[in-house]
């Protein structure tokens, strides 16, 4: 396997370095202190072709690669955390998952609304279930051939912005019989029962809702319902296998945004000057820099070698392990970046005149969303002891 960028890939990162510098970075600012969803950024990313990118071409999109994606994903985040985020989930989860395992009609329906500009949100968490996802309480009962949904998911992600919600819930048969986990599709606007109940105040990542939402007897036709490749008994661990973009994603907005600052801050060690000298003179500060580059690196490997683990959309990661090793290297890594890059700067890194404040802040969820740097651990360590890591009490080693 190889992540080797192709001429065709270094063209796509020049197209997104000059619009993430020419139209994306301006408005970064603003949309951290509105907090409002940057619309406009969106349509800037849709027109660009940076939406849908793996849509196949039988769907009506560009067929690109999953490294392709991840590259504009990069670009979008050096400037913007937000739009590196949006760029992720018009590309990766929801999408993946249904592209994946969707019917033909659930596939185009899909394909249609990313390649239009939206983003669509993945819902998976809920207040009693975090890390232990597969503790969720969301209900889909079903009545006839449709599901009625009842439950609250929170922390999703484009909440109230997003069109198509992709709802992870514990399924029940008409008798009440519990058949597994599956995924069902919802609309905003379209499908009665999806509400959105608050906001949550963020740390960063301002410009993009954490929604909590809850479902009320909401019903969900078949066509609507993704029913993974082994039925509902082995859907969680399906529909889990498809999130693993997303993990990746994640981990790229991540290095975007130290990479954007490791550079910001290897100028400006150039242009200060202190005790009559560039302060990019001084050793103490060479070792950081120096640090901070080789961390960029490894975790750029990392993050591309995953991606090129990917085949063509609709393959799952042939290995959980490389998604959840790349996060939680890149996550760790991109954080201590950008508070060193901060530091560099001395007071003016402090100020929120400085976008390196606002990048602290959006770096800093990497960590936690999209699986713990924790419960990534137990994942890799699973790979490593060739044992299944039960985290219940009752369950270890079993
Ligand atoms: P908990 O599970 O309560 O964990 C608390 C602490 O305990 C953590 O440090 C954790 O690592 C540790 N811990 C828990 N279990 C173990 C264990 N077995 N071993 C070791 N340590 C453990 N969810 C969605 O479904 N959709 C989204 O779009 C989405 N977007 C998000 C965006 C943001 C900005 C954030 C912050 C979160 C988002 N999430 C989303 C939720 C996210 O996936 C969860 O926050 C995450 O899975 C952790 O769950 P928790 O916050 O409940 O923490
Ligand atoms: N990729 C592929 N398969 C996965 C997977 C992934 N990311 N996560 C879980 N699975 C599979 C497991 O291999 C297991 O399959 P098996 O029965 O063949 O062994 C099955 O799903 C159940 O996983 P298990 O580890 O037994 O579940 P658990 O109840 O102990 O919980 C997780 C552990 C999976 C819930 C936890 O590791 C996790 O990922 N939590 C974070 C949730 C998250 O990322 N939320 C993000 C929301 S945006």
Redesign the pocket.
């Given at each position: 396997m190889t992540w080797d960028l192709t001429p065709d890939q270094y063209a796509i990162q020049a197209t997104a370095r000059a619009l993430a510098t020419e139209v994306i970075e301006p408005r970064a600012a603003e949309v951290d202190a509105t907090e409002e969803y940057p619309w406009d950024n969106v349509a800037a990313l849709q027109e660009a072709g940076f939406t849908g990118m793996t849509v196949p071409t039988e769907l009506g999109g560009p067929g690109h690669s999953f490294l392709d994606a991840v590259l504009v994903v990069e670009e979008m985040a050096k400037v913007c955390g937000v739009t590196g985020r949006i760029a992720v989930e018009a590309n990766m989860g929801a999408i993946s998952a249904i592209l994946a395992y969707g019917t033909d009609a659930q596939r185009k329906l899909a394909a249609d609304l990313v390649l239009s500009g939206d983003k669509p949100a993945?819902c998976?968490?809920e207040p009693e279930a975090?890390?232990?996802?597969?503790?969720m309480t969301t209900r889909a009962d079903r009545r006839g051939d449709s599901y009625v949904l009842n439950g609250t998911k929170h922390w999703i992600t484009g909440g109230g912005v997003s069109r198509l919600h992709l709802i992870f819930a514990r399924v029940y048969d008409e008798h009440g019989v519990e058949e597994g986990i599956g995924g069902f599709i919802a609309i905003r606007d379209e499908t009665p029962g999806l509400r959105f109940v608050r906001r949550e105040p963020t740390m960063g990542l301002r410009g993009i809702p954490e929604m909590e939402i809850a479902f009320e007897d909401m019903e969900i036709g078949p066509d609507m319902v993704v029913l993974p490749p082994s039925g509902f008994r082995r859907g969680?661990?399906d529909l889990?296998?498809a999130?693993?973009s997303?993990r990746v994603g994640a981990g790229t907005v991540a290095l975007g945004l130290a990479t954007g600052a490791y550079e910001r801050a290897v100028e400006f060690s150039k242009e200060r000057e202190q005790f009559g000298r560039p302060i990019a003179e001084f050793q103490g500060l060479h070792w950081m820099l120096a640090d901070m580059s080789v961390q960029l690196e490894a975790a750029r490997s990392l993050t591309y070698r995953a991606a090129a683990s990917r085949g063509p959309d609709g393959s799952p990661?042939p290995d959980?392990a490389m998604?959840a090793r790349a996060k939680i290297f890149t996550a760790e890594a991109s954080i201590k970046v950008v508070s060193d890059a901060l530091q560099v700067f001395g007071a003016a890194g402090y100020s929120r005149r400085n976008p390196l404040e606002r990048m602290y802040r959006d770096v800093r969820m990497f960590t936690i969303?999209?699986?713990?740097a924790q419960?990534l651990r137990?994942?890799v360590a699973?790979r490593v002891l060739e044992m299944?890591l039960?985290?219940?009490r009752d369950g270890f080693l079993r």
């Open positions: 993945i998976i968490t975090g890390s232990a996802a597969s503790e969680f661990a889990m296998n999130y693993n997303q990661f959980p998604a969303g999209g699986g713990t419960i137990t994942v699973g299944k039960p985290q219940r």
